[in-house]
């Protein structure tokens, strides 16, 4: 026992343990000081104080390292201090701890050196501990160490999800943390490499020589029945018989209970499968056919090697298939019986070799018609026929016409789908037709004019590959006769029905009218009595078009029309016939497309004389009628398609202007006048004067000329009371009687054209108003200009040359934008002009006409040279220039705009750009040769989608051109002219 103050046996004081504790620490350092690079500890063991060798794991004085001392009474494992410390705490004990300073005695508290720290019992260093890194309890991960109080992977490793990896080899962390290498694969330098032997394909590694998907390369699969062998598909036939090399022969087997070993292509579900191999004694085509079978057969011919499909069909004509191929000699096939859609049962195999290709294989007899039976089954495919197919054996019959006539050729009564070609004079002629199917159907059909002695060639095939037993016909077509039906004439009105869908039958008749090329149906008709008749198509499904010829069908035609109406695709004719007359009536198409179900419409109507009332000459007069009770027999040349009609003849008692109008009239009128009988021609035709319903003529009539007057309605209803004048005008300013201005300028004339007949029609702007017409007669050569500035009605000017039937020199509506009227004519001396001052619509009132002659540069006829010069630019201006040039109307419609006229000398070969960029309006562009008048070589309006305007041509050294820098509509302004090489 121990009482305090004694001590029971020899102890060393806490002080003589502390000082003992310091020298122990400076012997260390000292003997750590030493030499001890001579010292080498085992595997396991590690170097301490004083060249020690310890193992750290269970040495209690160097615990998990050479400064972790465990307290007493404790033991080291794994490097840790474990076990209860039984110091003197307390009084309990046998043995006296260590008390640490600041600790009563007996506490057992561990005792650290300088640097170390107390966790778990013992003394260690949170800079270096893995199990206490940077702090008490803080374990580093399996394979890290701790370092600076912190874990981290040895040298060369990386962190990756707890653990050390080595990204370079690792197969889980391949050259990243995650990135995990596939089967049979190795990390190599950090980057997943396939084990020897094996490939990567597409992300996996395989051995091409024997995966089914890569097969000898990437990407390369073995298809069905086939396996991969030492880098090739091979063909793994399984059970199969050997039928040789004999041809003809005929095998007999059973589908059901059979395997499947491929699956063909050319069946749907597919079913089960005989296989047969065969190997061709002698290079030909092959043919193999399932006919005689009792199912729905399918067949295939598949290459021995690889079991390529090399032909496959499932129907020929019917249930049974059939399949041909081309074959080497000694070539080995495997040949494939199966059934469509799972269908099983017993089965004919039939084998043949063809015949070898040949060209023609026959000849067909003149006399006809002629039918002729074969089989393409063991034929040769000599022929491929334009609208037929590859590989496909054909028969071809040489024909040669006994006379000139249209001949037909058809394979109706043939087993199969059948192709036909007709070929002129050999097997390798040009082709006249080829027809696959007709009308829809699986036979075909050719129709050919041919010339006597002409020879053809007729080849019969199959689509698609087919063949099998065939009819081939040939036959004469024969028109019908001409008329080929009679219309009945004693009933009106009449309706007849037909069709001139037939087969083969084309157009026989040029119609005068319209086109006329479809096939017709022609009628004979005699008239029983003097009266008009009207014959229609009115009701016929298709564009139809009709004539009528006197006494045969190829007698002069006496009416033809194409369209009824606008829009109307219908027919009418109307003819007076006498009673006895004979004609043929045509039911023809526009088109030789233009055929089908037709109604042809008979009316007879008896109807007056022509003209019914002869005003004789008396003017002026006034006459009222109707037409209510009239007959349609004439149509105007204007206004709609006109009704019913009253004709009147007069006869002019002298020279001079005649005014004919209906006004008065109670309905829309059309009035025409023709010459000298109801049959002339038409001089003139009005449907609405002045703005309103009624009609007016202005007509030139010589001393005794006869005229008939027509008054018409303007629509098929439009009839009823009218009144028709007639008058002489006896002023002037008429074509007949123009006012002669002066041969001077500049001079300006007023007048008005109030009261004043509407002479001429002028070619631009719209007018049916009245109008003045002077003479002029240029006296010297120039540009002269003619202007209705200041007059107070909408004016429309026009020079016509010599007469009022003369070409028009210029029209304008309206200049500069305003409704005044301009027009500039290049005149020689002595040359007469027409001026026809007119008035836009119905505008009529005082006008205001000015004649000049333009003296400035830059005309038609003093036009202004540019030289040679290139590159060229000029600028001007075109306002208070004359219209000296017209562009043509493809280039721009609309211009009566003032222009600038050039003359250019090209000086050298070659392309030339010309063009008015820089110019401040719309221009127009115009290039000519010769002058103004010549040809025109370019026109543009806008250039590059801009308002300005430029032209390309090519020029030859020296050639001069007319280049005139024009305005769209009535624009002018200033201008720039550039001229450079393309």
Not at 431 to 436: K, R
Not at 734 to 761: H, M, N, R
Request: hydrophobic content about 35%; glycine content about 14%; proline content about 5%.
């Amino acid at each position: 026992m121990s009482q305090p103050g004694l001590r029971s046996r020899f102890e060393l004081s806490f002080t003589a343990l502390w000082l003992t504790a310091a020298a122990l620490l400076v012997c260390s350092a000292s003997c750590a000081r030493g030499d001890t690079s001579s010292i080498t500890c085992d595997d396991g063991l590690a170097m301490c104080g004083g060249g020690a060798c310890v193992d750290t794991q269970i040495d209690p004085d160097h615990c998990g390292g050479c400064d972790g001392v465990c307290a007493s009474g404790q033991r080291c494992e794994a490097g840790e201090c474990v076990g209860e410390d039984k110091g003197n705490g307390g009084g309990g004990g046998d043995q006296g701890g260590v008390e640490a300073p600041g600790e009563s005695e007996g506490t057992g508290g561990a005792l650290c050196a300088p640097g170390l720290e107390p966790c778990s019992g013992g003394c260690v260093d949170l800079d270096i501990n893995p199990h206490h890194c940077g702090g008490c309890g803080q374990e580093c991960p399996a394979g890290q160490l701790c370092e600076g109080g912190a874990c981290r992977c040895d040298g060369g490793l990386a962190a990756c999800g707890g653990s050390c990896a080595d990204l370079t080899k690792d197969p889980l962390h391949c050259g990243g943390c995650d990135v995990r290498c596939g089967l049979n694969a190795t990390c190599v330098d950090g980057e997943c490499a396939c084990d020897e032997g094996l490939t990567d394909c597409d992300g996996k590694c395989v051995d091409l020589a024997s995966h089914p998907q890569h097969c000898g390369a990437c990407g390369a699969a073995c298809g069905g029945g086939l396996v991969c062998q030492a880098g090739t598909c091979a063909c793994i036939v399984g059970e199969h018989e050997d039928i040789g090399s004999t041809i003809p022969q005929v095998v007999r087997g059973t589908t059901l209970g059979a395997d499947t070993y491929f699956g063909l292509d050319c069946v749907a579900a597919g079913s089960t499968e005989v296989v047969y191999e065969f190997t061709a004694e002698e290079a030909g085509t092959y043919r193999f056919d399932t006919a005689g079978s009792s199912y729905d057969t399918a067949i295939a011919v598949l290459d021995r090697a690889v079991c390529r499909e090399l032909a496959c069909n499932d129907d020929r004509a019917g249930a049974e298939a059939a399949a041909s191929v081309v074959l080497e000699g000694g070539e080995e096939i495997l040949v494939v019986v199966s059934g469509y859609n799972g269908a099983q049962g017993d089965f004919v195999l039939h084998v043949d070799r063809a015949a070898p290709p040949a060209c023609p294989v026959g000849t067909i007899e003149p006399t006809l018609p002629q039918s002729v039976h074969g089989d393409t089954w063991a034929l040769g495919d000599a022929l491929v026929a334009s609208c037929g197919s590859l590989d496909t054996p054909d028969a071809s019959y040489a024909f040669t016409a006994p006379h000139a006539g249209r001949f037909i050729f058809d394979t109706a009564g043939s087993s199969f789908d059948t192709v036909l070609e007709l070929r002129s004079g050999t097997c390798t002629g040009s082709v006249i037709s080829c027809n696959n199917n007709n009308a829809s159907e699986m036979t075909s059909r050719v129709v050919a004019d041919l010339t006597a002695g002409q020879a053809v060639v007729a080849i019969v095939e199959g689509a698609e590959g087919e063949y099998g037993p065939f009819t081939l016909n040939v036959s004469e077509y024969v028109p019908p006769p001409c008329p080929e039906l009679v219309l009945d004439a004693a009933t009106f009105p009449q309706r007849v029905t037909g069709t001139t869908a037939i087969v083969d039958r084309e157009s026989a008749l040029s119609a005068p009218c319209g086109t006329g090329a479809g096939p017709e149906a022609t009628y004979a008709f005699t008239a029983p009595a003097d009266a008009l008749y009207t014959f229609d198509t009115i009701g016929s499904g298709f564009d139809s078009v009709l004539h009528i010829h006197d006494g045969t069908c190829s007698g002069p035609s006496l009416g033809c029309n194409d369209d009824v109406a606008t829009g109307v695709l219908q027919s009418q004719v109307k003819v007076l016939l006498d009673e006895g007359q004979t004609v043929i009536v045509v039911v023809d198409g526009y088109s030789s497309s233009a055929s089908g179900a037709y109604t042809l419409n008979v009316s007879q109507t008896f109807v007056p004389p022509c003209p019914l009332i002869d005003l004789g000459t008396t003017v002026p007069q006034t006459v009222t009628g109707t037409t209510a009770d009239a007959v349609d027999l004439l149509r105007p040349t204007c206004g709609g398609a006109g009704g019913r009609e009253a004709t009147y003849s007069f006869t002019a008692p002298e020279a001079g202007t005649y005014l004919i109008d209906t006004f008065g009239s109670s309905f829309n009128t059309t009035l025409a006048a023709l010459d000298g009988s109801c049959s002339g021609t038409a001089i003139a035709c009005n449907a609405d004067a002045a703005g309103s319903q009624q009609s007016q003529l202005t007509l030139d009539l010589e001393e005794g000329q006869t005229i008939i007057l027509l008054i018409d309605g303007e629509s098929a209803a439009a009839s009823g009371d009218f009144t028709l004048n007639v008058e002489r005008f006896d002023g002037g300013g008429t074509c007949s009687t123009p006012i002669e201005l002066a041969s001077s300028y500049p001079q300006v004339v007023t007048g008005s054209t109030v009261d004043q007949p509407g002479s001429v029609t002028p070619s631009c702007g719209s007018s049916t108003a009245p109008d003045m017409i002077y003479s002029f007669t240029a006296p010297e050569d120039g540009t002269y200009i003619f202007d209705t500035l200041g007059s107070s009605l909408d004016t429309v000017l026009q020079i016509l040359n010599g007469s009022c039937r003369g070409a028009s020199l210029g029209c304008n509506d309206d200049a500069s934008g305003g409704r005044q009227s301009l027009v500039s004519a290049v005149l020689v001396a002595g040359q007469t002009v027409f001026i026809v001052v007119d008035g836009r619509g119905t505008s009529a009132g005082d006008y205001v006409l000015q004649v000049d002659r333009f003296t400035g540069p830059g005309t038609c006829s003093t036009a202004i040279d540019l030289g040679s010069e290139l590159p060229l630019t000029r600028t001007g201006t075109t306002s208070g220039q004359p219209n000296s040039a017209t562009p043509v109307s493809t280039c721009s419609s609309n211009s009566s705009a003032a222009d600038m006229v050039f003359t250019y000398t090209a000086p050298v070969d070659g392309d030339y750009v010309i063009d008015t960029i820089g110019s401040s309006y719309d221009t127009v562009l115009h290039v000519h040769s010769d002058g103004c008048g010549g040809e025109t070589l370019n026109c543009n309006d806008d250039w590059g989608g801009t308002s300005r305007s430029g032209v390309r041509l090519t020029l030859t050294a020296g050639e001069v051109i007319t280049v005139v820098v024009d305005g769209y509509g009535t624009s002018s302004g200033s201008f720039t002219l550039n001229i450079t090489p393309a």
